[in-house]
């Protein structure tokens, strides 16, 4: 993996965010976001406990078993959907650093909506019905909007740790 580790010149004294960091800390940062939005929808929308959304991801790596409905969350279930969902946030956060990088913070925005739905058809249309059936449950309009939210708030977040500050 090469990190370019950009120097400070004459004619670009502020050089941006190391490469690898930039995404992976927006993918962080919008994880969070995604996450008290699906636990939120969960508990409010649909009427649920909260907890389904990191049951449905622990139980990509712990079975069927660990998938809704059981009302009760573990320490164990909770701290596997973290374990998953914040490494695939790092990695879909580099993404949209690729996407946006040298664009304005508008467009940045769009580009991350539009990678957000991208993120939602593969992993909810494409991924789960064969792989991951429990995630069925969660195939609806509101599910799609919290990934734009994650897109949106990871491509924004980069383009604002890329920007340059304004020269005085």
Same mark, same amino acid.
């Given at each position: 993996m090469r990190v370019n580790l950009q120097r400070a010149t004459a004619q670009d004294p502020y050089p941006a965010v190391l490469d690898p960091l930039a995404g992976s800390l927006a993918g962080l940062f919008a994880g969070a976001a995604y996450l008290v939005a699906q636990i939120s929808f969960a508990a409010v929308v649909r009427g649920g406990q909260g907890w389904e959304p990191l049951q449905r991801i622990a139980a990509i790596l712990l079975g069927p078993d660990a998938a809704p409905p059981p009302a009760e969350i573990s320490l164990a279930i909770a701290g596997m %959907?973290? *374990?998953?969902h914040f490494p695939l946030a790092a990695v879909y956060g580099r993404i949209a650093d690729l996407l946006v990088r040298g664009r304005t913070l508008a467009r940045a925005g769009l580009l991350g909506a539009l990678l957000g739905l991208a993120i939602y058809g593969l992993n909810f249309w494409v991924i789960a019905p064969s792989a991951f059936p429990w995630f069925e449950q969660s195939r609806d309009p509101i599910t799609a909007l919290d990934h734009v939210l994650f897109g949106v708030v990871a491509a924004v977040v980069c %383009?604002? *740790?890329?920007r340059r500050p304004r020269s005085r």
């Open positions: %959907a973290l *374990l998953i %383009a604002f *740790l890329r």
